[in-house]
């Protein structure tokens, strides 16, 4: 049996901050994964989207993003193995752990991968290719990820 419970919503509170310099910025208690070289996505912050783009000044920039997105949240010691179905990064590396982010194709579909814990992941895909992504991890885990 396959250890791992799907859960999927909408983004929503994602703020994207693009910075003109290489500076690491202090982004205090948000949940800060690095996206790009210059490019930060701030997870479940849009309720301080205007105090970041104050802290962000003109350095960069700050946009809300999360509209568009879904998040899949993967939960129990196989996520890695589902993520391997259809996909081209190898999430099964223990190196790839909370704090980083792959940004990837799985089942031809752009997303992003976000490990939040040994035990958790967040995957971020656009919103139209929710139910496809949803069909082949359902799929997956009822035949136990063959």
Do not use: K, Q
């Not at 049996?1 to 929503?12: E, W």
């Not at 849009?46 to 920039?61: F, R, S």
């Amino acid at each position: 049996m396959v250890d791992i419970a799907l859960g999927i919503a909408p983004a929503g509170d994602i703020v994207a901050v693009d910075l003109w310099h290489d500076a690491v910025p202090n982004f205090e208690s948000l949940h800060a994964v690095r996206v790009e070289p210059r490019r930060w996505w701030l997870i479940d912050a849009g309720d301080a989207a205007d105090a970041i783009a104050e802290l962000v000044h003109d350095d960069g920039t700050v946009t809300p993003i999360g509209g568009g997105l879904f998040r899949a949240t993967l939960t129990g010691n196989g996520w890695r193995a589902l993520l391997m179905v259809g996909g081209v990064f190898d999430a099964e590396d223990p190196g790839f752990g909370p704090g980083d982010c792959a940004a990837t194709v799985i089942h031809h579909v752009p997303v992003w991968i976000v490990p939040l814990d040994h035990d958790v992941c967040a995957v971020f895909f656009a919103a139209s290719y929710a139910g496809g992504l949803v069909e082949l991890w359902t799929a997956a885990i009822a035949r136990g990820l063959s």
